[in-house]
């Protein structure tokens, strides 16, 4: 009994068996097919990726509103890149951009191709000052990008992107001790004081000028046509630096010797505990009431500068502190874009900032009715601007 029972348990093993082995088989050889398909054959083919080489916006309705968005893409990777949609906020929220023609575009590998986004609704549209940032499949840049003036109501009377090299439009001025020398450095010129770099915070397609030195002083836009009477000014502000930088406006130099506006900020040179007498600059920091006039560390401050004969052919500046309107404190925080408005009407000047309806500062003066724009850095070689605009006041 025991002897059939065993042969019979034996006999079933033999039958089974088989079966088991050939599921096993079976397993063994989906496994293997499924590695070489999504593991071995894309390491075979290789993988596409993607430079994003330059990009812009346009405003295809005429209504002050960003819809269109043109990139150019260039496949550096080993196989096709297909782009097909993009990851678009405003702020920190979606909005929906689709490709243009609905279909998606394949980048060859060791190609470029130009493709477009469009906005899928007005309300999926971007305007002034909205804070940006886009992403692509099989790219690792990212757009982070805050919408200049181009895209808003006002006239354009100039505009500067700061995609190239500074132009033989601005002109230097370089502050020069009553020995013959400069205070901060050798007198760099504007093309060395004033580069074109990579910006600081965000992708390598982007570009805007950098004050390379503590020599830059301020340059002014010197044209015919840009000696404006009531202005309105923007520009984009970047820093690593404690020193001074700001806005010039309403620069004159019509007379024997220059006088303007200047609306800055500092945190260290030339304030109240820096006031330039330790460069040899007595006569470039003249504080007209010292030290009632001097510039404020930690707030921004308004002055009217007249310049005056020093000796021996030197300029130096006498400077005059405006009484605000409304108060001037503000703080200034390393490595982040600030956007500065200034507008002058008449007599009134007020500067907001990034996008502010109520004025940072705020002040009444009518010493000075044109004059030129410009930008200032005092011995701060580590100031960044980008996306310069002048426009007709809103009234």
């Not at 990009?55 to 150019?72: G, R, S, V, W």
């Not at 609704?121 to 990212?142: F, R």
């Not at 901060?184 to 397609?205: K, M, R």
């Not at 002055?303 to 009484?323: M, P, Q, R, S």
Request: aromatic share 12%; proline share 3%.
């Amino acid at each position: 009994m025991l002897e059939r029972r065993i042969k019979s348990i034996w006999a079933k093993r033999k039958a089974v068996s088989p079966v088991i082995a050939a599921i096993l088989l079976i397993a063994l050889t989906v496994t293997a097919v499924a590695i070489v398909i999504f593991v071995v054959m894309p390491m075979l083919r290789g993988k596409g990726e993607l430079v994003l080489m330059s990009y812009e916006f346009e405003d295809t309705n005429d209504n002050n509103f960003a819809d269109k968005l043109i990139m150019e893409l260039s496949n550096i990777g080993t196989a096709e890149a297909i782009v097909s949609e993009i990851d678009f906020k405003r702020g920190s929220t979606s909005v929906n951009w689709i490709i243009e023609g609905g279909e998606a575009i394949s980048i060859l590998s060791a190609t470029e191709e130009t493709v477009t986004f469009l906005a899928n609704s007005d309300e999926d549209e971007i305007g002034y000052n909205d804070i940006v940032s886009i992403g692509l499949p099989n790219c690792n840049q990212q757009i982070q990008k805050r919408i200049t003036p181009e895209f808003s109501p006002f006239v354009l009377l100039y505009e500067e992107d700061c995609e190239s090299s500074i132009s033989s439009d601005w002109v230097q001025f370089l502050f020069t001790t009553t020995s013959g020398g400069h205070p901060h450095g050798t007198g760099a010129g504007i093309t060395s004081a004033w580069q074109l770099v990579n910006d600081p915070a965000s992708s390598e397609t982007d570009k805007c000028w950098q004050c390379t030195t503590n020599d830059c002083q301020f340059i002014t836009l010197q044209t015919e046509n840009r000696d404006f009477w009531d202005v309105n000014i923007s520009y984009y502000l970047y820093t690593k630096d404690d020193d001074g930088n700001g806005i010039i406006f309403r620069y004159d130099d019509a007379g024997a010797y220059p006088r303007f506006y200047i609306i800055w900020y500092t945190e260290n040179h030339p304030g109240p505990n820096n006031p330039g007498t330790s460069h040899n600059e007595g006569h470039l920091f003249n504080w007209h009431n010292d030290p009632e006039d001097r510039l404020e560390e930690g707030e921004i401050t308004l002055h009217y500068v007249e310049g005056y004969d020093a000796g021996g052919g030197v300029i130096g500046f006498e400077w005059y502190k405006l009484d605000f309107a409304s108060s001037g404190a503000w703080t200034r925080n390393d490595d982040q874009w600030y956007e500065w408005r200034l507008i002058a009407e008449g007599s009134h000047i007020c500067l907001y900032i990034d996008g502010e309806e109520t004025p940072t500062l705020e002040a009444y003066d009518s010493r000075i009715e044109h004059g030129y724009v410009g930008l200032t850095s005092f011995a701060n070689q580590n100031s960044y601007y980008d996306d310069i605009y002048v426009w007709q006041t809103e009234t």
